[in-house]
C-alpha cells in the first residue's frame, strides 16, 4: 500500500514530440506528488509538483495530470528535446510526514 | 529553494571501516532525509536527521549501521559502519523547509566498497 508504481521503465521519444510517465498509487494518505528529473552523475532536481486538490499543473512544457479517482498521476513533457534526456522519478509524500516514497524512474531517450 | 552540498562526492573503501558523508544547506531548514540510490534504481529513505534529537530510521535501516547526527539546521552527517560490499551505493542528503512539501536534494556521495 505504500507503493508507487512506475510506467513505462524507459522510453524512447522523438524530437519535438510529447513524453508521458505514469504514476500509480494505492494509499490515498499520500497527499504531494512531486516529479524530479536526474541526470547521470548528479542528485534528482524537483521539476513540477502537485496537490490531490488539483487535476491539472503546468509549467513551461511540463504539465502533471492528476486523477484522484484513479489513483493515477502523469507527466507530460511537451516538445521534448535531447536535454530532456534524463531518468524521470515520480513520488509522493504521506500526510503529515514530509517523507517521500519513490516510484522506480523511467529513463528517457530523446533523439535529435 | 535550497542549495545543499555534500562531501565526499565519491570515496573507495576498504571493508570493515566507516566512512562519514557531509550534507550542508545554505539556509536553515526544517527537514533533513538520507536517502541511498542503487546505480540506475531508485531512491529508498533510510532516515530522517531531526534536529537536537535522535534519528528516526526506516524499516530495513538501523542506528548502529547508519549513525546520523544533526547538531543544528543547516548541517547533517552519515556515517556508513562497518561496510561490506553491498553498502555500495549513492547516498543522497535532502531537505525542505518543512511549511511546504517539497525537497532538495544534493549531488550525492558515490560509495564504492572493496
Not at chain 1, 513533457?77 to 509524500?93: N, R, V
Not at chain 2, 533533513?32 to 531512491?43: A, D
Request: charged fraction near 15%.
Amino acid at each position: 500500500q505504500q507503493q508507487v508504481k512506475q510506467s513505462p521503465q524507459s522510453l524512447i521519444v522523438q524530437k519535438g514530440g510529447i513524453s508521458i510517465i505514469n504514476c500509480a498509487y494505492e494509499n490515498t494518505a499520500f497527499d504531494y506528488f512531486p516529479w524530479y528529473q536526474q541526470f547521470p552523475g548528479k542528485g534528482p532536481a524537483l521539476l513540477i509538483a502537485i496537490r490531490p486538490d488539483v487535476s491539472e499543473k503546468k509549467e513551461g512544457r511540463f504539465t502533471i495530470s492528476f486523477n484522484k479517482s484513479a489513483k493515477q498521476f502523469s507527466l507530460h513533457i511537451m516538445d521534448s528535446q535531447p536535454g530532456d534526456s534524463a531518468t524521470y522519478f515520480c513520488a509522493a509524500s504521506l500526510s503529515g510526514t514530509y517523507k517521500y516514497i519513490f516510484g522506480t524512474g523511467t529513463r528517457l531517450k530523446v533523439l535529435a | 529553494s535550497a542549495v545543499i552540498s555534500q562531501k565526499p562526492s565519491r570515496d573507495i573503501c576498504q571493508r570493515g571501516t566507516s566512512l562519514t558523508i557531509q550534507c550542508q544547506v545554505d539556509s536553515q531548514v526544517t527537514m533533513m532525509f538520507w536517502y541511498r540510490q542503487q546505480p540506475g534504481q531508485s531512491l529508498t529513505l533510510i532516515a530522517t536527521a531531526n534536529q537536537g534529537s535522535e534519528a528516526t530510521y526506516e524499516s530495513g535501516f538501523v542506528i548502529d549501521k547508519f549513525p546520523i547526527s544533526r547538531p543544528n539546521l543547516t548541517f547533517s552527517t552519515l556515517t556508513v559502519s562497518n561496510m561490506s560490499p553491498e553498502d555500495s551505493s549513492i547516498y543522497l542528503c535532502s531537505a525542505g523547509s518543512g511549511i511546504s512539501y517539497e525537497q532538495y536534494f544534493g549531488p550525492g556521495t558515490r560509495l564504492t566498497v572493496t
